[in-house]
């Protein structure tokens, strides 16, 4: 009676490749999906892009033919803080979607995946800030056909400002989104970054408000961001004062951004 070797009943099972993707995952597919999703929200385009432009008409178009100090036109100078508002709306927004996530169990499901928790993060601020852009460009191009008329470089240079700043409300929008419940997230933001806009010198001039209210100001997060949008247009330079405004938030927002998804992640 012969037997055979047991080398030959052993079958070899191939491991599977646990290799994980490149950049934690983060991808410009993922980007592109995600940035669809986004432009198909009609409230999210509504709010972000429709509501500054239209804003811009009723108030800006009045001044038309007005004069700042430096003899430039006081229409750009509202459109340039629309612009800010328009792309602090955007960030915001963006980055408050993961709240909505979080509650369909979304954020769960890719935690199972390759994808990484900072290449899901660095998705969700690269989405807020390409929308910020778009809200930049469209703000612009509605104030280029009303009329406004100011030299090119002004308008990159406030424009890139007015979307670089933006950056600290695409961390705002995060650090909301992991605090408040999905269903009250855009009930929370909205109030309050009209309330900024106020009193950070967008809506109105910081000037033209109580000596109180111009001191309190300068601590809010629009301060140093619309400082800066219009510091090319004003010709007043940039302060220090206005930097570390935008630095100072955008690290808070950051830091709280930071330890509320690490403190969401250890539920899984």
Known sequence: MTTLPATSAVTRTEQPDRRLPALGGFAPAVLLIELRRVLRNRRT????????AVFFLIFGLPERGQSLDNGRPVIAYIMISLAVYAAMVATTSAGGAVATE???GWSRQLRLTPLRPAAYVATKVATAMVLGLIAVVVEFGVGAAAGVRIPVHVWLLAGLAAWVGSLVFAAFGLFVGYLVPAENVMQFI??????LAMFGGLFVPVEVLPDVLQQAAK????????ELSRAPLTGDGVSVAGVANMVVWALVFGF???RLFRRDTARV
């Open 190 to 195: 909205g109030p309050i970054l009209a309330v």
């Open 256 to 258: 709280g951004a930071s």
């Open 219 to 226: 601590f809010t997060p629009v301060y140093g961001v619309g």
């Open 45 to 52: 385009l509504a709010f972000t892009l429709i509501m500054p």
């Open 102 to 104: 979080r509650a369909l």
